[in-house]
């Protein structure tokens, strides 16, 4: 009897295998199979994509795991050496809209300067912001985890990928409590003496909204005054419904503002039409473009339609290089065309609009489907958008309570007034 079980089981094992390593060479015939079909150059980035596929197949059919088989197909992706091409496993894709440490959020942004994690911003009624965490804070440690060693770890990273792995680390279920070490004193590194704090990891602002196969993602639209320039910022270019009409009705409230700021830092980008959408209601002339996307078999000119109420004032375009994809698209595009001036730091560089599917196997598949050049005829794939003044944030001046960046455009829209 105990014989026949063991047989059995191992049958089991055997088919359950069988049927794992055809569902992953399933996943890689699709993957290849796409790029061969959609990518924009003919063949793929001028490779022998025919050579690709013998060189990587059997890599994925004697993969010893799910795991050894992905990786392989991972590697094949990066020979393209290009951005908006991975393989997401299954577990990650689907925690995506969680921030992957879990939906649960601090409050706090931050960005890495002079090679510490500086809180840039703190969310209003946060987690964060109720136990008195300021801008200009250096984040020190992450329950009990020193960060110096992350950081010095990822030196080299894009920064849009190093800020992400960071914040993502300050999130986790929520509900959930996590130590969070600062140094809150003024001046050099290491003046001020470190504390920790327990924060609260609450729903991060906004609602949540879905496209296509991109996982939900919450999105948030922010708006204020400063003096007599509005000032506009939100997380990503998603939820056409309320994120159109918002900025619209910013406007519409603005005719007489001495100038506009649009903070895209922070953001990665999404929906390459909200662009043109967001620039008719900036540009007055007919028939501009921000730009041209090039496809396989056709070519897309992001042509923008001038709305019939339009904001004629100065626009003053915030970047870094936590800015991508459609933000670099819309910086670079008003820039291109004489109708904003850029503040910050080089963008990420990573434009190329994207398609997420779900391959047999569970995981996501995400693959660039067109290049971009903007109206000045520049790729921003690789080359990213240059700012007009280039601004840094410095911890000094967050301490005192200034962004030099918005700091520097408001200095910039105070000149355009008119006499």
């Known amino acids: 009897m105990w014989t026949r079980r063991i047989l059995l089981l191992t049958c089991l094992a055997s088919a359950g295998w069988a049927q794992g390593r055809a569902v992953d060479l399933a996943s890689f015939d699709l993957v290849w199979s796409t790029i061969r ?111 110096a060693p992350l950081i010095e770890a990822s030196r080299g ?8 792995s960071l914040l993502n680390r300050l999130s986790g279920p929520e509900g959930g409590n996590i130590d969070v070490s600062f140094d809150s004193g003024r001046g050099d590194s290491g003046g001020g003496a470190v504390a920790t704090l327990r924060l609260g990891l609450t729903a991060g602002r906004g609602t949540y909204a879905e496209f296509g196969n991109l996982p939900a993602t919450r999105v948030w639209y922010e708006e204020k005054r400063l003096g007599a320039t509005a000032y506009v910022r939100f997380n990503v270019f998603l939820d056409i419904p309320r994120l159109i009409p918002a900025f619209e009705k910013t406007l519409a409230a603005c005719q007489r503002c001495d100038g506009l700021i649009v903070d895209l830092r922070g953001n990665p980008g999404g929906i390459g039409g909200m662009a043109m959408g967001m620039a008719g209601f900036l540009v007055e002339r007919p028939n501009q473009r921000l730009g041209t996307m090039f496809m396989r078999d056709a070519t897309l000119n992001f042509v923008i339609n001038p709305r019939p109420s339009v904001f004629t004032g100065p626009v003053a375009i915030l970047i870094d290089g936590t800015s991508a994809s459609t933000a670099e698209i819309l910086a670079g595009g008003l ?65 005192a309570g200034h962004d030099a960046i918005i700091d520097a455009a408001l200095a910039w829209i105070g000149k355009q007034r008119k006499p």
């Open 157 to 164: 990273a894009p920064e849009l990928e190093r800020t992400r």
């Open 37 to 147: 079909d959609t990518h924009w150059q003919k063949p793929p980035a001028g490779l022998d994509w025919d050579a690709i596929r013998a060189e990587y197949r059997p890599r994925v059919q004697n993969a010893a795991t799910p795991a050894e088989a992905r990786v392989a197909m991972q590697e094949m992706i990066g020979r393209l050496k290009q951005t908006h091409f991975a393989i997401v496993p299954g577990v990650t894709y689907s925690s995506i809209s969680e921030d992957l440490g879990g939906p649960g959020t601090t409050g706090i942004d931050l960005r890495v300067l002079n090679g510490e994690a500086v809180v840039t911003s703190v969310d209003s009624s946060s987690p964060a912001e109720r136990a008195g965490v300021r801008p200009g804070w250096v984040i020190r440690a992450v329950n009990g985890r020193e960060w």
């Open 335 to 399: 820039r291109d065309i004489g109708r904003a001036r850029i503040f910050g730091t080089r963008s990420a560089a990573a434009a190329l609009p994207s398609v997420f599917t779900r391959l047999p196997n569970g995981d996501g598949f995400q693959y660039a489907v067109a290049n971009y050049v903007s109206q000045g005829g520049q790729a921003l794939e690789g080359t990213g958008v240059t700012p007009d003044e280039e601004v840094r944030l410095t911890r000094e001046g967050l301490l």
